[in-house]
């Protein structure tokens, strides 16, 4: 098997986790990094920035709805141009401290909820998207694979990161399982590692009814403050290398996800 995926986590989200997400690291091909919205300060995105550059990973931004009180995990009732601004203005934040350590930013995911509302619903992840790729458009755009943001993406011309998830569930409309209901979170390492084999190798995972879905990704996600995320990553990148599976930074990926399984 000669097939290629990338492996990332959302990092700098807790300062008192900074080691976890460094040794996290290790495993994963790529980082997202709180850049102010939801979490992160120009003293943890300096710390996360310098080990991604250190361990020669992928480094992007993840903007947030402006809600560090709720973590990012509440849709706010905010005007479009305001909720843009605040994007922008946090990818430079991020940007700036990258310019400063000598890092080049690779892409752009969203966080949370903000990630969630632009997978389903198009004019927003068309204005959203527009306003980041005019603004960064060298940077690539991560988001839920089969989605708005896809959509959004391939209508302006920015090059878009299928995104699955090794540690959430998924319901039939390959949309994930809301954090409130069950299912929502994939516990064990073997569920895990499990998932993400079969997403790699273009195989079924099965939905919380039973059912079995097809999700097309170019990057899988695991996150960091999952319980046991790193020895997690560490199975994963395991098992993936004794199918001959690489893991690879975004940058080194076919566009298609379809091209990975060929």
């Known amino acids: 098997m000669n097939r290629s995926i990338d492996l990332n986590a959302d990092l700098g989200e807790q300062p008192e986790e900074q080691a976890r997400d460094i040794a996290l690291m290790r495993s994963i091909s790529s980082c997202n990094i709180a850049c102010g919205g939801h979490a992160g300060d120009g003293a943890s995105m300096t710390v996360m920035l310098r080990a991604a550059k250190a361990a020669r990973i992928a480094a992007g931004a993840h903007p947030s709805y402006p809600d560090r009180l709720g973590f990012g995990r509440v849709s706010l009732d905010m005007p479009l141009p305001g909720l843009i601004e605040s994007l922008l203005e946090q990818v430079r934040a991020l940007e700036m401290v990258a ?140 098992e993936m290398a004794v199918l001959g599976i690489k893991i690879k930074a975004p940058g080194e990926l076919p566009d298609d996800p379809a091209d990975l399984l060929r």
């Open 99 to 238: 310019a400063r350590e000598g890092v080049t930013l690779a892409h752009i995911k969203p966080h949370g909820m903000l990630y969630n509302d632009l997978a389903d619903r198009p004019d927003m992840a068309l204005a959203v998207t527009e306003a980041l790729h005019s603004a960064f458009p060298r940077l690539a755009l991560v988001g839920l694979a089969h989605s708005a943001s896809e959509d959004a993406a391939r209508d302006v011309g920015a090059r878009f990161i299928a995104e699955g998830f090794v540690d959430r569930g998924y319901t039939p409309a390959r949309r994930l399982v809301p954090r409130s209901q069950p299912g929502a979170l994939i516990a064990s390492d073997a569920d895990r590692a499990a998932q993400a084999i079969a997403i790699a190798t273009g195989e079924p995972i099965t939905a919380n009814d039973g059912s079995l879905i097809h999700v097309m990704a170019q990057s899988l996600c695991i996150h960091s403050d999952s319980p046991g995320a790193e020895q997690t990553a560490l199975r994963i990148a395991d």
